[in-house]
Nanobody, 116 residues
Framework: QVQLVESGGGLVQAGGSLRLSCAAS????????MAWFRQSPGKEREFVAT????????DYADSVKGRFTISRDNAKNTVYLQMNSLKPEDTAVYYC?????????WGQGTQVTVSS
């Protein structure tokens, strides 16, 4: 079992920045790869970024490359998503994800709204 709690969402103007956090509990955090996904109204949930267990390897969706940065602090059991140069099309509910033993765990999501 893994419990994930996201925070840090909000309303921001285009060009602004937000930092999302995801606090994890229930399993040894440093052994789990983590990811962020997002879902806009009427659209399927889509991949945003992922980070490996040590934090040494990351990957991003093309739509956020160069603007978003995923990182983690294993001492705090937390993964972050720094979002810069935000665009209205980044508006979505952002979800933290952990895949453990083939099972996906999700947080409750945090709303990010970017106004033009």
């Amino acid at each position: 079992q893994v419990q994930l709690v996201e925070s840090g969402g909000g309303l921001v103007q285009a060009g602004g920045s937000l930092r999302l956090s995801c606090a994890a509990s229930g399993r040894t955090f440093s052994r789990i790869g983590m990811a962020w996904f997002r879902q806009s109204p009427g659209k399927e949930r889509e991949f945003v970024a992922t980070i490996n267990r040590s934090g040494g390897s990351t990957d991003y969706a093309d739509s956020v490359k160069g603007r978003f940065t995923i990182s983690r602090d294993n001492a705090k059991n937390t993964v972050y998503l720094q979002m810069n140069s935000l665009k209205p099309e980044d508006t979505a509910v952002y979800y933290c994800n952990a895949r453990v033993d083939g099972r996906d765990y999700w947080g409750q999501g945090t709303q990010v709204t970017v106004s033009s």
